[in-house]
């Protein structure tokens, strides 16, 4: 095999790769051998099929398939004779001229993960910004956890419905006199309030009693998403069976030893390590996102185009969906498109702090064990009741998924020891400080360690990073039993809130600040 080297510019490389015939037919001669063998014809003994009438009825086949493995292998022979590191796959291209019998000639363009010189992990400063839990804090959290307890008992059939009450009821409803499909439901409970139902539905059942009957007079969004119900007025007759008032929970024992625990102080003991979990994670996030910041404003090196222009589109396909959620789609991706510039610097940031973590992570040795792949594939396989053998499966034989699986608690490992490392100061702030201080840095989507053995093609949906909603959305509805479904609100995809615990996907940067006006979609997460 010849190699000729055409194209060193930079990051990108081109190579001319040449196959002797001779190769190519000594290959398809050892298929026909072993074809031969196994072939059974009429008229000739179990293997004793002549080789050229084998190849006369199989020979382009096992041409293609000779073709495919000799350009495959020599992809790999030029890889490892020349010592690449390959940033994404390979281009291959075989000569327009080639036919069978000619040298195969094929030309390969990649593009290589850059040689970082030196790496600075040393002097290192951050502050930590440490909130203790007070005691009104987990007051607060134990006076939101009795709500969550509360029961609803019957009311008087004398009662009034209100905001906050359950009102059981059978409905049937009509568009344009006709009853539609999912618009009928039986003892159906909804809470006045909650925002479950379609706009304006639940405000027409305040001040209703048991027993009676009323009409609901509503619109259906425009963006329903049954098509032929989008923008209609409906009519619900809606008959109440009962009126149920909230019965708070008493903040006592009781509530405790209903949760099988020993006394009131054993729940508010765990819902205090439970908040001090959370400010943790909070105070780990902004650690990590001023330790990248301080990584990429002392690191400078040329990123391959091809990672950048991948990492863009994972942000700007993520960007457009969540524009799409807005009250006016268009002009949200109108706005959006003033900060493309904007995004794909970012996408570039992330794509070099990727690359930097990965290299700081071989040179200190870290690496996740096989002990720890075997824990987040159970845990990935945990999320397919009834397939986990077919997802544990899958990523054992699937190295680029096995990867990208790695690749999130790789960069946690890379962090926690620079972070321990580095020369912490630290500072008594609240809580609504230290959120503050994550919003304020918080301002695009996170991305992941890019290195050898990524796959570079999986999404950043990790649920830290997602953009602020700028316009106010309709109620969302809770998952609807199918004879519901026409009077609930449409259940949107909502964007997830920062994650205070700090996955760790934050391998990106913040755009410039802007005093003009940000797109409805613009990110609102940073790391």
């Known amino acids: 095999m010849q190699i000729a080297e055409k194209t060193n510019e930079g990051l990108k490389r081109q190579y001319e790769v040449t196959i002797p015939a001779k190769d190519l037919e000594s290959r398809i001669d050892a298929q026909l051998t072993q074809v031969s063998g196994q072939i059974r014809m009429p008229g000739f003994r179990p293997g ?16 293609g398939e000779a073709l495919n493995a000799a350009v495959q292998d020599g992809v790999q022979k030029l890889i ?113 309030g909650s925002g479950r139902l379609i706009p304006g539905f639940e405000d027409q059942l305040v001040g209703v009693k048991a027993n009676d009957k009323v009409k609901v007079e509503v619109n259906f969004p425009e963006d329903y998403n049954v098509a032929y119900l989008k923008g209609k007025p409906a009519v619900f007759d809606v008959l109440v069976t009962e009126v149920r008032q909230p019965q708070e929970a008493a903040i006592d024992d009781t509530l405790a030893t209903n949760l099988g625990l020993e006394n009131l102080d054993k729940l508010k003991e765990i819902l205090k390590d439970q908040i001090s979990a959370e400010l943790s994670g909070m105070t ?90 075997n824990r987040l594939i159970g845990q990935e396989a945990a999320r397919y009741p009834g397939q986990q053998q077919q997802v544990v499966k899958y990523f054992q034989e699937n190295a680029m998924a096995s990867a990208q699986l790695r690749a999130p608690l790789y960069e946690d490992k890379v962090v926690d020891l620079l972070i321990g490392k580095a020369e912490l100061t630290e500072r008594s702030v609240s809580r609504e400080e230290l959120q503050q201080a994550i919003e304020d840095d918080d301002e695009t989507p996170t991305g992941h360690v890019h290195g050898p053995g990524c796959g570079h093609d999986h999404d950043h949906s990790d649920g830290e990073g997602k953009p602020k909603k700028a316009a106010k959305k309709t109620a969302k509805a809770e998952t609807a039993e199918p004879k519901e479904d026409a009077v609930k609100a449409e259940k949107k995809p909502a964007a997830k809130k920062t994650d205070a615990k700090a996955e760790a996907t934050e391998a990106d940067a913040k755009p410039e600040k802007k005093p003009a006006k940000k797109a409805p979609a613009k990110k609102a997460a940073k790391a």
């Open 284 to 373: 780990r996030t902004h650690m990590k996102r001023k330790l990248l910041d301080h990584l990429a404003a002392n690191h400078d090196f040329d990123v391959p185009p091809t990672m950048v222009e991948a990492e863009f589109g994972q942000i700007w396909t993520q960007l457009e969906h969540e524009a799409s959620q807005e009250s006016d789609p268009a002009a949200a991706v109108a706005e959006l498109e003033k900060d493309r510039d904007e995004y794909r610097r970012i996408a570039e940031r992330r794509v070099r702090l990727g690359l930097l973590l990965s290299e700081i992570g071989q040179k200190e040795g870290v690496n996740v064990t096989q002990a720890e792949m």
């Open 48 to 63: 004793k099929v002549p080789k050229n009438l084998v190849k006369k009825m199989h020979g382009e086949a096992m041409h």
């Open 80 to 192: 490892a004779d020349k010592k690449l590191r390959p940033a994404m796959q390979p281009g291959v291209a075989l000569a327009d001229d080639y036919a069978q019998g000619k040298d195969v000639v094929f030309t390969v363009d990649l593009e290589v993960l850059p040689e970082i010189a030196s790496v600075n992990i040393e002097g290192i400063t951050l502050e930590k910004l440490v909130v203790e839990p007070g005691d009104a804090e987990i007051e607060d959290a134990l006076k939101r956890f009795a709500d969550q307890q509360k029961r609803f008992e019957p009311a008087a059939k004398s009662y009034k419905a209100a905001t906050g009450d359950v009102v059981v009821m059978d409905f049937v409803g009509s568009v344009e006199g006709e009853e539609f499909e999912g618009g009928k439901g039986e003892a159906m409970q909804i809470e006045i």
